[in-house]
């Protein structure tokens, strides 16, 4: 049986696909498809045919992908064998080319008559319907609207609240950028943590696969035209999503009192730095005091283990941002982020970035990335358990921001 690749899988992605048959082993090569879009990173493949003999899966042309900083050892992708479970193959090999590029091979023994590959953990419609399912009715899904192409955009939550209402309300986003999956596993532990208080949460709204179209169609999605979905929140929108879940975020700012808005994201592929904010620097020096003071709160308790660097927070250039800047990544567009539409409409709002392998040595695996959800929880759970008991007074380092009329 000969060896073949296909991108016929969920998620599925990959070009240039070039497959080399020996005695004792199969090597498949192959580069991202950056899909219509400016960057590329996000693979996905099946590869079958390889039987008991060793693979070695090499990316072509390291040095094209959104990398940012960090060595191609630090790519950690993930592979699964038919019938069995994600798991992460080990520290990517740099093998360089006499013209100067850069491949990076990972080996792969005994993958089976089907092996799926993907450079992060997948998470599309059927994990977050696992989701619901194990939240047994404390989540509810509901379509909020479509995307460009047509696809239900979906917002869970744990309740509609009430017009009117001074309960605290957080809103979470993730996957923006289609290909950075560590977001959403981010954002399903968090979920899962403020499901589990049941009446004590706040009113918590969240849009978990925020570019669907190019979720489902395997693309990477960032700087992907006609415009990055993380850059569309102009006057006007320059993205249908963007304009569906604006009209959300206005249902939900008039059921609660909008405490703070979080966006997840996954940083650039070889990044090893743990875990930073991306703070805004739209809204009043009050919102902004606000959202820093949220930022200091999950850092602490995220520790430096996950969040190595200490987070200033406040008016000046934090450290995070400061590592943010030291990327050199300069947008296409000239639009402004999500989090920046929100302060600039008076919601306290921040962006958490997080690895797609590794803070410095820690691995991320699937219960790491929940875990840090999970832990963002506890910290939303207490700071909203304070603003409810003062009814929004003596509020403290959170301020207390004032909504636009």
């Not at 990972?106 to 089976?112: C, F, K, L, N």
């Not at 990477?220 to 569906?244: F, I, S």
């Amino acid at each position: 049986m000969p060896v073949r690749v296909t991108t016929r899988i969920p998620h599925g992605n990959a070009a240039d696909v070039l497959v080399r048959e020996a005695t004792g082993g199969v090597e498949v090569a192959f580069s991202p498809h950056p899909m219509g879009g400016v960057e590329c990173l996000w693979f996905c493949f099946r590869v079958t045919g390889c039987g008991s003999r060793r693979l070695r899966v090499v990316m072509r042309n390291f040095d094209n992908i959104l990398y940012w900083s960090g060595s191609p050892r630090n790519l950690r992708p993930v592979a699964r064998r038919r019938g069995g479970d994600w798991e992460r193959l080990g520290h990517g090999t740099p093998v360089g080319r006499p013209d100067g590029r850069t491949d990076v091979a990972w080996e792969v023994s005994r993958p089976g008559p089907a092996l799926d590959v993907a450079f992060c953990y997948p998470y599309g419609r059927p994990e977050l319907e696992s989701l619901l399912g194990r939240a047994r009715g404390r989540l509810q899904a509901d379509v909020i609207g479509v995307s460009q192409g047509g696809r239900p955009l979906v917002r869970i939550s744990n309740g509609f609240g009430v017009r009117g209402s001074r309960a605290p309300g957080i809103y979470l986003s993730a996957r923006q950028h289609a290909g950075e999956t560590p977001g959403s596993w981010v954002l399903e532990g968090a979920l899962e943590g403020l499901a589990a208080a049941g009446d004590r949460a706040p009113l918590v709204w969240a849009v978990p696969l925020a570019d669907i179209d190019s979720i489902e169609e395997g693309a990477y999605g960032k700087d992907r035209y006609p415009c990055d979905l993380n850059r569309a929140w102009t006057a006007p929108m320059m993205r249908h999503e963007a304009q569906v879940i604006a009209q959300d975020v206005n249902r939900w700012r008039e059921r609660c009192r909008p405490v703070l808005a979080l966006d997840f994201h996954a940083q650039g592929g070889a990044s090893a730095t743990g875990l930073y904010f991306i703070p805004s620097d739209h809204g009043k020096a009050g919102l902004r005091r606000t959202a820093a003071g949220w930022e200091r709160r999950i850092a602490r308790h995220l520790g430096a283990r996950l969040m190595p660097r200490r987070h200033g927070g406040g008016e000046k250039l934090s450290p995070s941002a400061q590592a943010w800047a030291r990327t050199g990544y300069l947008p296409r567009w000239p639009g402004i982020l999500w989090t920046d539409y929100c302060m600039d409409n008076g919601i306290p709002a921040t962006l958490l970035e997080i690895p797609y392998a590794m803070a410095g040595p820690l691995l991320f695996r699937r219960d790491t990335y929940r875990e840090v959800g999970r832990r963002v929880a506890t910290v939303l759970l207490k700071g909203c358990a304070e603003i409810d008991a003062t009814k929004g007074r003596g509020m403290g380092q959170f301020g207390h921001p004032r909504l636009k009329k």
